[in-house]
């Protein structure tokens, strides 16, 4: 904790207790009710924090996941609240959520991810260039050892690694068109091998 973040929290405390104080100097005549509030709100607060601090793991539990069914070859991917698909894939050994893109060519790694599954991307060589929605970006060509879905594997997989500012991964159509079926129908996406 650095010094500005000491005198900022100082600074809240001091705030707080003087707040404290004048509400229990103004209310001191009904004790039992102020603190019977203070204590409903001080509950809906941590309800409140503890609500934001878990909201990922509620989405992840109560949305629809993919589902991988290996006798058909099929991946089944609900369409999310945001709009678009996302499949996670086992990259050379790390689980890495991609946006499906039928707008991009290859599948493209953002450095993050490039890094969790085993690419450094200083050692990279960006000697490609791609247009995206925010401009050129350089690209470094990569090859994926293993890309795999549940029991859907592949092996020797072209990519590139982003060298721009992408938020995540995104899976193109150099993976899409490994398959012999790719239907969206009523809020999923379906691919068939």
Do not use: C
Not at 69 to 85: K, M, T, V, W
Not at 121 to 145: H, M
């Amino acid at each position: 904790m650095d010094d500005f973040d000491f005198a900022r929290l100082t600074y809240l405390v001091v705030l707080g207790s003087a707040v404290v104080f004048w509400f229990f100097a103004v209310n001191r005549g009904s004790m039992n009710k102020v603190l019977q509030q203070a204590m409903i709100w001080g509950f809906l607060f941590i309800g409140v924090i503890a609500a934001y601090g878990l909201w990922d793991d509620v989405r992840r539990t109560s949305v629809p996941q993919q589902m991988v069914s290996l006798e058909g070859g099929q991946i089944e991917l609900p369409l999310s609240a945001d709009g678009h698909y996302y499949l996670t894939a086992d990259v050379n050994g790390a689980f890495i959520d991609f946006v499906v893109d039928t707008g991009a060519t290859d599948i493209v790694l953002s450095e993050a991810d490039a890094r969790r599954a085993g690419f450094a991307p200083s050692e990279l060589n960006y000697i490609g260039r791609a247009q995206t929605a925010n401009g050129e970006v350089r690209i470094a060509p990569v090859r994926i050892d293993r890309f795999a879905v549940g029991g859907i594997e592949d092996v020797g997989v072209r990519a590139v690694v982003n060298e721009g500012d992408l938020d995540g991964s995104l899976l193109g159509m150099s993976y899409l068109q490994r398959f012999s079926s790719v239907k969206i129908s009523g809020g999923r996406l379906v691919l068939t091998r």
